[in-house]
């Protein structure tokens, strides 16, 4: 499956901005059997400087700074990603979700190491018996890892009303966890301090969801916006993705933009600007499929591309 993905933020501040410093994290990852083919970056005023690097979780920042006065900024991601299908794989079985939490600090393998970082705290989530008890309904003893992962997944899932109205990007998880409501990234959020509660190591990954379900499936919560899901490690098998807020596991809907510790790793678009005091944020996501692209981006068979997908230079 091949998706064209369009990802619009706009800032209009209330006074002008002379000088705006920004990172975003726009570009999709690429893995087996999830590829982005092409991602191009579009930004309005055009930045004075722009520089690109991939940071330590392995995920592509741009940097840019406008340095001229703005009382509007819009950034505006656009990019191909191909997922094979069969991407997203589970164990049919997996040991004991205790043999799992203890057998990761002596695991001295690239993967493991690498996995056993995701254990600890981080600046959004903090580990607590609160957590840690919510976790052990879906964690009994010697039970199978990946089935207390979607039953706790499922109860996440069955116990938060989705109400976007009801936190903002700040709001902490202890706050969510009492009021029961939240969004995508609350609810994330909260399943990984529960994990990291029991000792397990969990990422925070940000993507999307197609815009328009198949034929006979229900639209997923998240789509047409950036969305938010889990990814727990598992000794022989890898990360292991789920998706609280919809109760699923992520496949071949689901694209993945980045992940690291929480959101504050992966924010889509974040920095520091000299003036504008109040601002309207607004930000619109479409993900649609298209037909299998040829090498220069055309449609199989013309030479046309994907209406209203135009690879041109423009400002940006």
């Not at 009492?178 to 959020?189: I, N, P, S």
């Not at 000299?274 to 993900?287: A, I, P, T, W």
């Not at 299998?292 to 230079?313: D, H, I, M, Q, Y």
Request: with cysteine.
């Amino acid at each position: 499956m091949v998706y064209r993905i369009v990802h619009r933020t706009t800032y209009k501040y209330m006074y002008p901005v002379s000088v705006g410093n920004h990172v975003a994290c726009l570009t999709p990852r690429s893995f087996p059997d999830h590829v982005c083919e092409r991602n191009k970056l579009f930004i309005t005023p055009r930045p004075a400087t722009r520089t690109d690097r991939v940071d330590y979780f392995g995920n592509q920042l741009t940097f840019f700074t406008i340095q001229e006065p703005h009382k509007k900024l819009v950034v505006e991601a656009r990019s191909f990603v191909t997922i094979h299908e069969n991407a997203k794989r589970w164990p049919g079985q997996s040991p004991p979700w205790e043999k799992v939490a203890k057998f990761l600090p002596h695991d001295h393998s690239a993967a493991g190491l690498e996995a056993y970082q995701f254990v600890f705290e981080s600046p959004r989530i903090r580990a607590s018996e609160e957590f840690a008890s919510y976790a052990r309904r879906s964690f009994t003893p010697g039970r199978a890892f990946a089935e207390a992962l979607l039953d706790l997944t499922t109860r996440i899932y069955k116990d938060f009303k989705f109400d976007s109205k009801a936190t903002n990007v700040r709001t902490p998880t202890e706050e969510v966890f009492r009021t029961r409501r939240g969004v995508c990234q609350d609810f994330a959020h909260l399943q990984i301090a529960c994990l990291r509660s029991l000792s397990i190591a969990a990422r925070y990954v940000s993507g999307y969801l197609r815009t328009y379900p198949p034929p006979g499936k229900p639209r997923l919560v998240g789509a047409d916006a950036s969305h938010a899901w889990v990814s727990a490690y598992c000794p022989d098998w890898g990360w292991l993705d789920m998706d609280p807020t919809n109760d699923v596991i992520p496949s071949e809907g689901h694209v993945t933009l980045a992940w690291g510790r929480d959101y504050v790793d992966v924010s889509p678009l974040r920095g520091l600007i000299l003036g504008g005091h109040e601002h309207r944020l607004k930000v619109g996501v479409d993900m649609k499929p298209v037909e299998v692209l040829e090498t220069n981006g055309a449609l199989p068979g013309t030479s046309e591309r994907p209406k209203g997908f135009n690879f041109l230079p423009t400002a940006g």
